[in-house]
């Protein structure tokens, strides 16, 4: 009875060593995997730039990640907050976003978030990054549940994409 006991306690004691060393030292902001929300929303120096992907021109942050929009937002305003913002953690700026190459900086601006955080939005939008793309060029957070999309050097939406049903 008692070692059936300590051979169940071994998953768990796993569990918690895997997640301790996942902890790891938050000062590399260096992702491989999947994507890292905190040091990405974190981390963010709000650099938007243009790159081309399977969808065409989108939006990109200065790695290459793909920026989103959140069709439930109103200009100027976020409503991805607690667990959608763990999913879709919020393209961050300390000063101001910075354009890079193809980017109408006329279009950049940034938001006060809920929380009181800056993020930065683009023609109006709040831009997000998608917490299961993993490399720069990932569009898996295309039309996720309808309401998200890639971002256009013009501002709009990427449509006519098929719908990703991960959400």
């Known amino acids: 009875m008692r070692r059936s006991r300590l051979f169940a306690l071994v998953p768990l004691v796993a569990l918690v060593a895997l997640a301790l060393a996942a902890c790891g030292d938050s000062s590399d902001t260096t992702t491989t995997g999947s ?73 950049l601006s940034t938001i006060t978030r809920p929380d009181g955080s800056t993020q930065v939005a683009y023609a109006g939008h709040p831009l997000y990054f998608y917490a299961k793309d993993s490399a720069p060029g990932d569009v898996t957070g295309q039309n996720v549940g309808g309401v998200w999309f890639a971002v256009r050097p013009d501002g709009t939406p990427v449509s006519g994409q098929s719908e990703s049903t991960d959400y």
């Not at 709000?46 to 937002?73: H, K, P, Q, W």
């Open 35 to 107: 994507q890292d929300t905190s040091s990405t929303s974190a981390a963010a120096s709000g650099t938007v730039r243009v790159a081309d992907s399977s969808l065409g021109d989108i939006l990109v942050d200065e790695r290459g990640m793909t920026l989103y929009l959140f069709t439930n937002d109103s200009e100027g305003t976020s409503v991805c907050e607690g667990s959608c913002a763990e999913l879709w953690p919020p393209l961050r700026a300390d000063g101001g976003p910075t354009g890079g190459a193809g980017v109408d900086g006329a279009k």
